[in-house]
């Protein structure tokens, strides 16, 4: 029914069929190469690419390759990877999981990684071709499950591709029965101050069958949470911030985004947390339907936020920033003045990165509590969520 009158041969993941050809290709790419000796001893790329060669379908792939590539990342990386709300996923069901974004690689690949270790089944992931710098990064996503979502369109370019990429999503969930992730936004919100689109919501409702909140129902949207204790790329979001106050034209180059995408790919996120929450449909029944599709995807949205904002996982820093950045000692009961300095010092670390020209001690100070404003947000808006609206 969705797929009538579309062919998803450009945006989908590759079929089982091709993905001996495809992979056959990719360990061929000297771009791809490159990425796996920097990634792993040299000695041990050949039996890689020996293993890679024998796999013929996504299935094996991930379980076989994927998911240890991201236990000794988590291993190294992380302080733990844990996921919550378990009981609310029913494996009768295909879901949208829709999260709040936070790493431009790892959230989905982390949240399957949680999924793979209690015998769930992943998700299919949305990424923008906006990532996709290089064809066989390209390759290795759509073998690794991934489906596209186009960014570089025109308007009229751009409602179409939406249309294809709802009719995918629906399609997906409905008839190849495969749940799908999907970030709330487009791009992270660079202060954790996280809010699902509205245009998304609508997106999501171009396709399926009856009223703008039935479309919405048949694809099971489900919120996570994702809460990371540390955000590697905090100083760099902050650089962007003071380069954007002194030029509000400021644009990032390709070198920037491959530079955060490593940055969090590699450097150290503490712990990491994803909290699953029921599916929207019962809160959906309950506003009903609106004549005004503008009005729906603004309650839709909200509902997701609440969800999302109620779950987060409050680590100290939090805490500490928020008292910091308010001059306050309200959570002080929370966290000790060890941990208290240590924060400050971390801060002060990762400020020490940043490589602005002409850097005056006000633009420090601005960068510093951009810094506090990422690390608070995250329990500020948990604190509206709970106590309706007070801080």
């Known amino acids: 029914m969705c797929a009538q009158n579309h062919n998803f041969s450009d945006i989908s993941p590759y079929d089982d069929s091709v993905f001996h050809e495809k992979m056959s290709q990719l360990v061929k790419e000297p771009g791809f190469l490159h990425a796996v000796y920097y990634t792993m001893p040299k000695e041990d790329v ?18 076989k390759v994927m998911f240890p590539f991201l236990e000794m990342l988590a291993k190294t990386t992380t ?11 029913n494996p009768g069901l295909n879901y949208t999981f829709i999260t709040n ?12 990684l949680a999924f793979l270790r209690k015998g769930m089944p992943t998700s299919e992931v949305a990424i923008g071709n906006n990532l996709l710098i290089f064809d066989w990064i390209t390759d ?63 997106m999501l409702a ?31 979001k902050a650089k962007e911030f003071l380069m954007r106050k002194r030029d509000p034209q400021f644009k990032k180059s390709q070198r920037d985004d491959l530079f955060s995408m490593e940055t969090g790919l590699l450097q150290f996120k503490g712990k990491v947390h994803f909290q699953m929450t029921p599916r929207i449909n019962a809160k959906l029944d309950q506003i009903g339907d609106f004549k005004d599709n503008n009005t729906a995807a603004k309650y839709v949205s909200c509902i997701i936020d609440q969800a999302i904002h109620r779950s987060y996982e409050i680590f100290p ?22 941990q208290k300095k240590d924060f400050e010092n971390y801060i002060d670390k990762q400020l020490s990165k940043t490589e602005v020209p002409d ?33």
Do not use: C
């Open 359 to 391: 850097l005056r001690v006000e633009e420090m100070d601005y960068m510093r509590e951009m810094m506090l404003v990422m690390y608070s947000n995250p329990l500020k808006n948990k604190l509206k969520t709970i106590l309706g609206g007070i801080e």
């Open 317 to 338: 820093i939090n805490y500490i920033a928020y008292d910091i950045l308010h001059h306050t000692a309200r959570f002080s009961r929370f966290y000790n003045e060890d």
């Open 206 to 236: 171009y396709s399926g069958e009856g009223s703008f909140i039935d479309k919405l129902k048949e694809i099971n949207l489900m919120p996570v949470s994702i809460s990371y204790e540390y955000d590697p790329n905090d100083y760099l």
């Open 79 to 89: 302080s733990g990877i844990t996921l919550g709300g378990a009981k609310y996923y």
């Open 140 to 202: 290795l996503v759509r073998l690794n499950k991934s489906f596209i979502v186009r960014r570089d369109t025109g308007l009229r370019e751009g409602l179409e591709a939406a249309k294809k990429l709802s009719a995918y999503i629906h399609y997906a969930v409905i008839e190849k029965q495969e749940s799908v992730w999907i970030a709330q936004r487009e791009g992270r919100a660079k202060d954790s101050s996280d809010h699902t689109q509205e245009s998304l919501i609508k």
């Open 46 to 63: 050949p039996i890689l690419i020996d293993e890679l060669l024998k796999i013929d379908n996504k299935y094996d792939f991930q379980t």
């Open 101 to 112: 974004h936070r790493d431009i690689v790892l959230d989905a690949s982390f949240m399957n």
